[in-house]
Every structure is written in structure tokens, then in C-alpha cells.
């Protein structure tokens, strides 16, 4: 089970990890090369689109071809250890790294907003958070907006949530949820071992497409333009190569400003057909990337996917700047979230001050500025740029 690495494995990873990096100056940008790990999802798209467009090597950088791994501990511990000097992160993973561990991550920009979504069983008889009552539901991480999104919609409905093993009976208020890596939940839906997931994408294409199952909603239909995955580097990078960080940055959200305008060759590149970066047709990644419509999945639909066709928003976006209300209202939110593990460390914080500690926008700023200005980018308020509220309805 993909489960949070113990406490104390990971602080010695992480010690041994550091150790090694600094007895090898591995953080000089004169000798580092630029080693990218990643998770095979969409969320990963503009860390690879970067490379496939050759937008690190446009800016100097020498860099590696991207490292797919399975799980999200596997790529913890291959970032800790300095495997990867930048990946992709679910947003709680660096708070729970940072603020319980006392790893010296850094959150540098948002990778992408939306990308994910709730699939359902076809013949499961489930239409809403309301039905999910005495169901299994799988997310990717503990530490993860998945699990977040997903009980505060069971809150929202009533109902319970429990972790507990999959063969113990469950109450009618109560929704089991446990742990699975994200490639295997089509499958365990298919053989009836799972209601419903909640994951990235393109899983929720996958499970659309491949096996006929149903998207019961979609997450930026619960939270307008929620930040999922982000950019993450160590600390200590950043304060001895700013000029190397910069440079990396510069890459992503130049990709992130392509991506949003060229959708369609962006599943392209990024299918096995294409470059290979994701072991996915590019028929499922276009349906990730352009399939929002109010037309299938709005007011008629059952389930209906998306109730807020009003929001403008589509399946997946891409704007950078890591607005600070959204990292306050998640930090606040995994107060209230079940997690195997502990949790303790999360009452403790200061929320304003731990979101500030956590994330460091100087360079997505300037390269937001460099590439025109935020207003390029999707679903921006270009009267406060830099400031929004969360907007989160069922």
C-alpha cells in the first residue's frame, strides 16, 4: 500500500539524502545537472512538456531525460536522497514534509489546477456524494488533495469517513477509504473490488473510456481552479543557485503558457505514440486535456459531473502563481481530514505563518512577468492578480 513513509525512515533518508548532496556540492548549477522525477499523471505535464520543448536547455540548463516512478513515496524518497533535484508534488505532501518532518522543501509555483475527478462503478447506483453511504473509494495518497476534496464531501453529505480494512462491514453513514497507486484503480474497479476513486488524470479518462465507468464529479467543479500538484525543490538549492532555480522556473511556466494554448499537441507529445512520457493513448490524454463538455457531463447527466458550467473553468489548467488563500484553506482542511499516520503536527501550525514558510513565489513572479503577465494565463481576476478567494460549493 502506497502509505506516508514512517517518521523515522524518512528523517534518515532524509539525513543521509542531504548528507550525500552536500559532501558532493550537488546544488552548484556549474556542475548540477537538472534531474526530474515524476509520476506517470497529467499533473506532471508541464515538468515534461519543459523538456520535450526544450525549454530547460533554451535556458542554458543541462538536464537529464525525465524519471517515471509509481508511487508518490517512491518519489519522496528519490527527491530526499537528491535522485531528483525537482519534481512534482500533491500539495499536502510538501506541508506534511516541511512542517512534520522538518525537510527542507520549498514550494516554488503551482504545476497545474483541476486535473481530477471522482469515478464511479456504472452499475453502482452512485450520483452523488450522498450514494457513496457504505462504499470503498480509493485515493492516491494520504497526503493528498484527493482525500481532502473527497471528505469534505462526505462531511458535506453526512456520511463518515473510516479507514479500515476492506473486508470489515461498514456502517450505512459511514464511506471506507484506503490507499492505491494510481494505475491500479481502473483495474480494481473493473473487478468490482472498488466502488469508486478519486485520482488524477488520466485515470478518470481511463476508467471512462476503457471500462465504461462514470465521472461523478469533477474536482474543479467542488473547488474552483484547485491547486494539485506543485513545483518543488530543496531549500538549499534555492538559496545557493538562485540563478539556476530561476532558469528551471522560467522553463515550466513557459511550458504551462504553451500547454494552454496547444492542447491538443500537448497530448500529442506527451502520449507513448508520441514522446512517451506517459504509457497513455493520445486518444484518452485529448479527452483529458479538452473533454469538459456541459453538453455530457452537465444539467441531464447522470451523474452530473459538472453543476457549475457557470465557473468557465476546464478539466484541467494551467496557471502558476501559488495563491496564498489556497494554501491557508488546504492547510486548514487536513486539520479535518481522516489519515492514517500521524497527524498531530498539523494543530500546532500557525496557518498564515506555516503558508508563508512553505512557499517562496519570487521566482514564478518574474517568470510569470516574462512571459506577458498572469493575465496570459486561464481564469484570472486580472483586476487582483495576485489575490483571490476559494471559491468551494457542491
Known amino acids: 500500500m502506497n502509505t506516508p513513509i514512517s517518521r523515522r525512515n524518512f ?7 542531504l548528507t ?4 558532493q556540492k550537488a546544488f552548484s ?9 515524476y509520476l506517470p499523471i497529467t499533473d506532471a505535464a508541464p515538468l515534461l512538456i519543459a523538456h520535450a520543448n526544450g525549454y530547460y536547455q533554451e535556458e542554458g540548463l543541462k538536464v537529464e531525460k525525465p524519471i517515471s516512478v509509481r508511487t508518490w513515496s517512491n518519489l519522496s524518497e528519490a527527491f ?38 471522482i469515478t464511479v462503478r456504472a452499475d453502482a447506483g452512485i450520483n452523488s456524494f450522498a450514494d457513496l453511504k457504505g462504499k470503498q473509494i480509493a485515493v492516491p495518497y494520504w497526503y493528498s488533495m484527493h482525500n481532502v476534496i473527497l471528505q469534505m464531501g462526505l462531511r458535506k453529505a453526512g456520511l463518515k469517513p473510516v479507514i479500515r480494512p476492506q473486508t470489515s462491514p461498514l456502517k450505512d453513514n459511514e464511506t471506507n477509504i484506503f490507499v492505491l497507486p494510481p494505475p491500479d484503480m481502473p483495474v480494481a474497479l473493473t473487478g468490482k473490488k472498488i466502488d469508486g476513486y478519486i485520482v488524477a488524470e488520466p485515470f478518470n479518462a481511463i476508467g471512462e473510456m476503457k471500462i465504461g465507468a462514470k465521472i461523478m464529479r469533477f474536482s474543479g467543479d467542488i473547488w474552483k481552479n484547485h491547486p494539485c500538484c506543485v513545483i518543488v525543490m530543496n531549500e538549499s538549492l534555492i538559496r545557493s543557485e538562485p540563478v539556476f532555480v530561476q532558469k528551471v522556473v522560467n522553463s515550466i511556466v513557459r511550458a504551462q503558457l504553451w500547454m494552454s494554448q496547444n492542447r491538443a499537441a500537448t497530448a500529442k507529445i506527451l502520449s507513448r505514440n508520441g514522446k512517451g512520457y506517459l504509457p497513455t493513448e493520445e486518444e484518452v490524454l485529448l479527452r483529458v486535456f479538452t473533454g469538459y463538455e456541459i453538453s455530457k457531463y452537465g444539467p441531464g447527466a447522470s451523474p452530473q459531473a459538472i453543476r457549475h458550467p457557470d465557473w468557465k473553468i476546464g478539466r484541467i489548467g494551467f496557471q502558476p502563481y501559488p495563491y496564498p ?14 489519515m492514517e499516520g500521524d497527524t498531530a503536527f498539523l494543530n500546532k501550525l500557525d496557518i498564515e505563518s506555516a503558508a508563508k514558510e512553505l512557499v517562496d513565489d519570487r521566482f514564478v513572479k518574474q517568470a510569470i512577468s516574462a512571459v506577458g503577465g498572469l493575465e496570459k494565463f486561464e481564469s484570472v481576476n486580472i483586476e487582483q492578480p495576485w489575490d483571490r478567494e476559494e471559491i468551494i460549493e457542491f
Do not use: C, Y
Not at 528523517?11 to 539524502?17: C, I, M, Q
Not at 548549477?29 to 522525477?37: H, K, M, S, V
Open 20 to 23: 550525500a548532496l552536500s559532501s
Open 80 to 117: 530526499l536522497t537528491g535522485k531528483f533535484n525537482l519534481v512534482h508534488f500533491l500539495l499536502p505532501i510538501p506541508i506534511w514534509m516541511r512542517f512534520n518532518t522538518k525537510a527542507p522543501v520549498k514550494v516554488l509555483a503551482w504545476d497545474h489546477t483541476n486535473g481530477s475527478a
Open 29 to 37: 548549477a556549474n556542475t548540477e545537472t537538472l534531474r526530474i522525477g
Open 325 to 338: 488563500s489556497a494554501t491557508r484553506f488546504i492547510i486548514n482542511e487536513m486539520r479535518q481530514t481522516l
Open 11 to 17: 528523517l534518515k533518508t532524509a539525513a543521509l539524502g
